[in-house]
């Protein structure tokens, strides 16, 4: 579907062209660093401006930062920071192959059919980082329900990781706190002989 990756590719180079703010690491990333193994390869996927490569870079990780858009890959690339090495690759087209990496982390990017192929993706005791908009509560993020989870699901969908967090705060309590309207999640491979 070329004209419909040229449209997205379109939209989100003008987004990052505009973009001016410095990049940031997702939420899920900050609170649970201390998760990260010392080293090894990591993934960026959809990396967007590459706030998430540039905490896994200075965590002493190896890269790989993959996006649709060449504005932001070429962004990216500019901060000429050593151990990451971003790419301009249709993560749907071609996804990561299988135990190619102890983590990986997605950030406001959903695409249910890809899941799979991530868990697949990580080396045994591997994790999956992954931060994305939940239920609209308070009216933070895209109204399009498609771009969002629905309540409690993300869990559900990769049921072949062992959750190490989760949090959705959804309508509970006083909604001017919290993390509203997004859900985050880390989960991680088990190798085969630790499920016994
Ligand atoms: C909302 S932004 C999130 C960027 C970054 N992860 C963050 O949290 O700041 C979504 C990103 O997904 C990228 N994207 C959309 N479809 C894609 C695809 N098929 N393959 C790779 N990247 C894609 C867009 O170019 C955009 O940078």
Not at 34 to 62: F, K, Q
Request: proline share 8%.
């Amino acid at each position: 579907m070329p004209d419909q990756n040229d449209a997205l590719r379109r939209k989100w180079n003008r987004r990052h062209a505009e973009n001016q703010a410095p990049p940031q690491a997702a939420r899920v990333l900050c609170e649970n660093r201390h998760l990260l193994p010392a080293v090894g390869d990591a993934l960026d996927l959809a990396c967007g401006l590459g706030g998430n490569s540039l905490l896994l870079a200075e965590a002493g990780m190896r890269v790989a930062a993959w996006d649709l858009s060449p504005v932001a890959i070429a962004r990216l690339r500019g901060q000429a920071r050593p151990g990451i090495r971003a790419e301009v690759r249709d993560v749907i087209a071609a996804p990561p192959v299988a135990k190619s990496f102890d983590v990986i982390v997605v950030s406001y990017f959903l695409h249910r059919p890809l899941l799979p192929a991530l868990v697949e993706a990580l080396r045994p005791d591997g994790l999956l980082f992954y931060e994305t908009f939940g239920p609209r509560i308070v009216g933070i993020g895209p109204e399009k329900a498609g771009f969002r989870l629905r309540r409690s699901e993300l869990p559900g969908l990769l049921l072949d990781l062992i959750p190490c967090y989760y949090r959705e705060d959804g309508a509970a309590g006083d909604l001017s706190e919290g993390f509203r309207d997004r859900v985050m999640l880390v989960g991680q491979r088990l190798a085969a002989c630790s499920y016994e």
